[in-house]
């Protein structure tokens, strides 16, 4: 079912800028790239921290290591998906143990898949810090999380979904809010 778009918040432009906007704060709050990495949180995570490493690299001249993280086992939710888990690799082929460690994700909601993306990182080595980079923003958290850098602040209703697109995955860089459909209510 294709969910109706209500309002395209970025294009390809505003999201560029965006990003080029969150590279530059954190290359202001960590004092450069020393002990810096980048870890995509699977699925849309990852193409933006390719981005940033990219502009952050096009800025200091330096490359700063880039993560993949998987968190589909650490997820709360696993068991009452009705449909198969797909598992991917996490590929971090460095040591993070004393890094400060950038998380890169899409959207921050409820902040559970944050929850899991830190359960996962612990499982792998202890960073000096973890700081979350996101495009979206839209309120409604769960558990007491924020992100250290955002792209845009979002408020939402709870029947509406915020769906980032990017060309890597979707053919087109934007973000749209959509309306989920409304649950039928049958009177008595």
Known sequence: MELKVKNQIMDAYKLRRALTRIAHEILEHNHGTEDLVL?????????????????????????????????TFYRDDLTTLNVQPVINQTKIPFDINGKKVVLV????????????????????????????????????????????????????????????????IDNIDQVLIRQLPQEETSSP
Request: glycine share 8%; no cysteine.
């Open 39 to 71: 870890v995509g949180i699977r699925r849309r995570g990852v193409p933006l921290a390719e981005r940033l490493q990219a502009l952050i690299e096009s800025i200091e001249e330096v490359k700063v290591p880039l993560g993949i993280l998987d968190i």
């Open 105 to 168: 994700d899409d959207v921050l909601f409820t902040g559970r898949t944050l929850r899991a993306a830190l359960d996962a990182l612990f499982d792998i080595g202890r960073p000096k810090n973890i700081q979350l980079a996101v495009v979206i923003d839209r309120g409604h958290r769960e558990l007491p999380v924020r992100a250290d850098y955002v792209g845009k602040n979002v408020p939402t209703s709870k029947n509406e979904e915020i769906a980032v697109q990017l060309k890597e």
